[in-house]
């Protein structure tokens, strides 16, 4: 142990465990060292100017309740302590998800955490996430069970307004509700943890106690700067675990956006970036992996207390969603360019329009369409004499 007071101790006491037994010592040996000669520990160290700020996590820095220090300082009676069936005795709810598809749960209550690599499209998977949820009675990723409408509130840190702009026009356009009055977004700068986001965000769930899900775009955003000295493990659990007690406190599902690492072999969870302590810290991790320039994806969710699952997605481009489960596809390029019309539409075509955008002969159009209905399966309807719609 270095000399207590020196700036080698305060250095080596900020890479301890608070609680920990080596920390309750270092607290002694500091006490000792300042004059208090019970052995026991006095008031939290002072740190030198340039060290690492007081602990993101809101708790005493002396690890110990109320401020107070030393073994005999716990009682049993300050824990909850139960046998195990009077825990079963309790009517304690089962988890709700939020979203489901194909009765699994897709979107977990709590706080998740959903990484993927740059560019591939998080935000617009986490944009669609929010306008079901905070519509009266959307779907989610065009098929997906929305389980809790509510408010949501998304942090995009990441875009830029003109960005969100046109991802939400595209994305409401065929909606005949349009958009969600219940959807709030905020761009530009927002605190850390521990500068005032947690109390930030605490305040807009006792100001909207209908909020379903605040969204972090992305995670980073929110994190201290590091000084480089203390254990990557602490800091990074340290820097989540409070956002997922606001969600516990609030009863309001989170979802911070993140990024995958370049490790792409062994377990999935290894893929995120960061030590274990940020997943550790969530009750949720979700993996959106994609290869780049395809459309296909596959989200793989991991929650803590619900069993694994993983959705095929494939991304529209036309309306900027995400889809989940297999989508048909035309089988010919003719039929696709007819296909790719139809649903560019803004309502209903008339065949002979069809024809016209494709150059074909309406009769020729007219079997194209046949064949995307019976033999492709594609979702398009006719709706009255001549005319076409896709669905």
Not at 66 to 77: H, K, R, T, Y
Not at 81 to 88: A, D, Q, T
Not at 381 to 390: I, L, M
């Amino acid at each position: 142990m270095p000399t207590p007071g020196s700036e080698e101790f305060y250095q080596w006491f900020e890479s301890l465990e608070p609680g920990t037994p080596q920390y309750r010592k270092a607290l002694r040996a500091l006490a000792e060292a300042n004059g208090g000669g019970d052995g026991q520990a006095g008031p939290p160290p002072r740190k030198p100017a340039d060290s690492h700020p007081a602990s993101w996590y809101e708790r005493d820095p002396t690890g110990y309740p109320d401020g107070e220090s030393g073994d005999d300082e716990f009682d049993l009676e300050d824990f909850q302590i139960e046998s195990v069936p009077e825990l079963l005795s309790k009517d304690i709810r089962p988890p709700e998800p939020l979203i489901t598809y194909d009765g699994r749960s897709l979107l977990h209550e709590g706080t998740s955490q959903l990484a993927a690599k740059p560019k591939i499209g998080k935000t617009n998977l986490v944009m669609n996430f929010g306008l079901a949820i905070a519509s009266e009675s959307g779907r989610a990723l065009g098929k997906a069970e929305v389980q809790r409408h509510g408010r949501v509130l998304m942090l995009n840190l990441d875009g830029s307004r003109r960005g969100s702009y046109d991802r939400f026009q595209t994305m409401t356009a065929n909606d005949p509700d349009g958009a969600p009055e219940r959807f709030d977004i905020l761009h530009g700068a927002f605190p850390e943890v521990g500068d005032g986001a947690l109390d930030l965000l605490g305040d807009y769930c006792t100001e909207y106690p209908e909020t379903e899900l605040i969204i972090v775009d992305t995670l980073q955003h929110l994190r201290p700067t590091s000084d480089g000295r203390r254990n990557v493990y602490h800091e990074d659990y340290e820097f989540v675990h409070p956002i997922a007690e606001l969600g516990r406190k609030t009863d309001t599902s989170i979802l911070l956006v993140h990024h995958l690492n370049k490790i792409q072999n062994g377990d999935q969870l290894d893929k995120v970036s960061g030590s274990t302590g940020l997943t550790g810290a969530v009750e949720n991790v979700m993996i959106l992996d994609r290869a780049r320039g395809e459309t296909k994806a596959e989200l793989s969710v991991r929650p803590r207390e619900d069993r694994e699952e993983d959705f095929d997605l494939e991304f529209d481009g036309q309306v900027q969603t995400w889809i989940v489960g297999d989508q048909p596809t035309p089988s010919t390029p003719e039929r696709e360019e007819v296909w790719n019309v139809l649903r560019s539409a803004d309502g209903p075509m008339r065949l002979k329009d069809i024809a016209s955008a494709v150059g074909k002969k309406s009769n020729t159009v007219s079997k194209l369409l046949d064949g995307l209905k019976t033999t492709d399966d594609m979702p398009l309807e006719k709706v009255g004499r001549g005319k076409y719609e896709a669905l």
